[in-house]
């Protein structure tokens, strides 16, 4: 018999009944328990079809492969096909964290009008604030170098009240809304208000000397993220 009249023997293994064999060996035992399991899952009559497509390298229906994946999807890492939607911009992103222009009161210390009572005269948006809650602007000198009289801060408000010792805050204690920095008290439940300034004196004494406070007693802290001074022109 002619040789080139013999039928070819090679048979072809498609792409996707590799895909399917490999996907296959790797979930058996965790995402069905056997053959027949699958076959049933697939819509097969017979737990043998899967036997053939495995051991024999039948091809398989690539309807049937699509099947298997996205029922098996959590197990393989494919996401189930959703339509896609409008994914709209976190309005705060898009907007910055609200600026509200509350003044400080004619005393030692500084001492700010209640933010609640304050409309946003603007917002504020530059990288490394997204996380932030509102700003405020500083009045006063008793954190001088650190923040400038005028500058604007960029507040997180910390609402488990876990203090960083050295950090410096914006608290609302008592009557009192100030910038400070806080550093360990002597006990637990306290810390102690530092101002940076200690160069400015009322007589013999320093302007802006630290002092304790509970914590307990803080109604709100907030850590200074970031600061804009203003500009000298």
Not at 68 to 95: N, W
Not at 124 to 151: K, R, T
Not at 160 to 174: A, Q
């Amino acid at each position: 018999m002619d040789e080139s009249l013999k039928p070819n023997k090679i048979k072809t293994v498609r792409p996707e009944t590799l895909e399917f064999i490999i996907l296959y060996t790797q979930l058996k035992g965790r995402a069905f328990s056997g053959n027949a399991q699958l076959a049933e899952a697939l819509g097969y009559n017979s737990a043998s079809t899967i036997t053939e497509i495995v051991k024999s390298r039948q091809n398989i229906d690539p309807e049937k492969l699509k099947i298997f994946k996205e029922i098996y999807a959590d197990y393989i890492g494919v996401k189930k096909s959703t339509p896609v939607e409008e994914v709209k911009p976190d309005r705060k992103l898009k907007e910055g964290i609200p600026m509200y222009e509350v003044i400080a009161t004619a005393s030692g210390v500084e001492v700010y009008n209640d933010i609640n009572d304050a409309q946003p005269v603007g917002h504020m948006n530059f990288p490394g604030i997204e996380d932030c809650d509102f700003a405020l602007p500083v009045w006063g000198h008793s954190m001088y170098p650190y923040l400038e009289n005028g500058c604007w801060v960029a507040l997180k408000i910390i609402h488990d009240r876990k203090i960083l010792p050295g950090e410096v805050y914006y608290i609302e204690w008592g009557d009192y809304r100030m910038y400070k920095r806080l550093l360990a008290g002597d006990s637990p439940d306290e810390v102690i208000a530092h101002s940076d300034n200690n160069t400015e004196m009322s007589g013999t004494r320093l302007k802006y000397a630290p002092f304790p406070i509970k914590i307990e007693e803080i109604k709100k802290l907030c850590l200074v993220k970031d600061i804009h001074k203003k500009h000298n022109h």
